[in-house]
């Protein structure tokens, strides 16, 4: 079973990353993007997971990548903002 832990979002609030604990990989990162505020839905983005929170970060951060972050990534509180969102894989 996969459990999300943490978030970390932009200013916008349009990308961020997902921790999740996995049982067999241990803790995972995952870029996501916010594909419906209203809804509160996120998908990941190419399903793409890292084994750690710079190797995701590394992600926005290539000249080739279309996902920008705007601002800073900073962590959401999972339970309160994003509790409700979606997965939509």
Known sequence: MRIMTQVWMDDKHRVGIMEREDGTLGNTYHPIEITDKEKREFSIIENKWFTTY???RQFFRHETNDFIVQGRMKKVDVTIKI???VLTE
């Open 54 to 56: 710079n190797g995701a």
């Open 83 to 85: 509790e409700t969102f």
